[in-house]
């Protein structure tokens, strides 16, 4: 198992503004994950963070809105930049344990932004 | 591409009756099932998972789930709920050979009542 910690817990920001989630995994993961949770929705991936390497995003999301750093096997960031309303929500890192794509994947607890 | 559709958005029971949580997917080929738990304040952890074999998997608190391949289904199961197992519930899909990408259903609310 995977224990992943994210700060911050939750944050109130306010619109135009961009604010940075950290996530710290206890072991060495090859890929990380960020999804975001919309409030009532289901989990959405937002990105891929390879080590070494460019993060992978998903269709409808974009590197200068949701800009990513990967420097080490353990940590990751993600960046809501230039924020509305609208990306108000619960953005999750997670990483996968086992052997290539059949492995589960464990959850941070989330980070809950709410924009004014 | 893939969807996942969970027949319930809100379920209410009261405690000892027996739950069922339907959840159907879209993808033709070779899949890894999950169901995950998000209990209030927490964050999501793993319930069960199918990836082969006995199509009736058993997790964590008394739940099971049965894959029926020819219904693309993989519904969850609880013979007796408790208050503790109110809570959001989420299927998931993966892929297999279709890269690193879980696909999540829409999450069904399960509400106890003591």
């Known amino acids: 198992s995977a224990v992943i910690s994210q700060k911050p817990s939750r944050d109130i920001c306010q619109r135009g503004t961009s604010l940075t989630i950290q996530c710290q995994v206890d072991?060495?993961?090859?890929?990380m994950f960020w999804y975001r949770q919309q409030p009532g929705q289901s989990l959405t991936l937002i990105a891929t963070?390879?080590?070494?390497?460019?993060?992978?995003?998903e269709s409808g999301f974009v590197i200068d809105k949701f800009p990513i750093s990967r420097p080490n096997l353990t940590f990751s960031t993600l960046t809501v930049s230039n924020m509305s309303p609208e990306d108000s929500s619960i953005y999750l890192c997670?990483?996968?344990?086992?052997?290539?794509?059949?492995?589960?994947?464990?959850f941070g607890e989330g980070s809950r932004l709410t924009v004014l | 591409a893939q969807s996942v559709s969970q027949h319930n958005h809100h379920v209410i029971l009261s405690e000892a009756a027996s739950l069922e949580l339907g959840c159907n997917y879209s993808?033709?080929?070779?899949?890894?099932l999950f169901w995950y738990v998000q209990y209030p304040g927490q964050h999501l952890q793993l319930l069960l998972k199918?990836?082969?074999?006995?199509?009736l998997v058993k997790g964590i608190k008394g739940f099971e789930a049965e894959f029926i391949k020819s219904k693309f289904s993989f519904n969850l199961r609880k013979p007796s709920v408790q208050w503790s197992d109110t809570a959001e519930y989420f299927c998931?899909?993966?892929?297999?050979?279709?890269?690193?990408?879980?696909?999540f259903g829409p999450g069904t609310r399960l509400s106890v009542l003591p």
């Open positions: 997670s990483v996968e344990d086992g052997a290539g794509a059949t492995g589960e994947l464990f």
């Open positions: 072991s060495q993961v090859t890929m």
């Open positions: 963070a390879n080590q070494g390497s460019e993060a992978t995003y």
């Open positions: 993808y033709g080929g070779t899949v890894n």
């Open positions: 199918y990836f082969s074999g006995d199509p």
């Open positions: 998931a899909v993966n892929a297999v050979n279709y890269g690193q990408n879980f696909v």
